[in-house]
């Protein structure tokens, strides 16, 4: 079964900076073999896409509105993608959330495999 588990949200004020983990765990789940991707959903909104980054890390992918604020990131020794949160705004409050997928560049629908979500508060 696999697991992912986000973690590193909080409540911050406009300007700052959070880092958020995802890490992944099964015991026939191949990190290294998948595309990881950052999703957030605010309240009475659908869920959005935010960023992705390639099962190797050679490539990443970011919405508009993450596009040089957020980094994302993976190591794949411990398993793990991170998403880097700076100069955070009160519109990117939500809750984030990693998922995995097996396919290049996946939509939405082709990730697989889901966290919990972690939530993000950004305070005006």
């Known amino acids: 079964q696999v697991q992912l588990v986000e973690s590193g949200g909080g409540l911050v004020q406009a300007g700052a900076s959070l880092r958020l983990s995802c890490a992944a765990s099964g015991r026939t789940f191949s990190f290294s073999s998948h595309t990881m991707g950052w999703f957030r959903q605010a309240p009475g909104k659908d869920s959005e896409f935010v960023a992705a980054?390639?099962?190797?890390?050679?490539?990443?992918h970011y919405a508009d509105s993450a596009k040089g604020r957020f980094t994302i990131s993976r190591d794949n020794a411990k398993n793990t993608v991170y998403l880097q949160m700076n100069s955070l705004k009160a519109e990117d409050t939500a809750v984030y959330y990693c998922a995995a997928s097996v396919w290049v560049d996946p939509k939405k629908e082709q990730y697989a495999f889901w966290g919990q979500g972690t939530q993000v508060t950004v305070s005006s």
């Open positions: 980054i390639a099962a190797t890390g050679s490539s990443t």
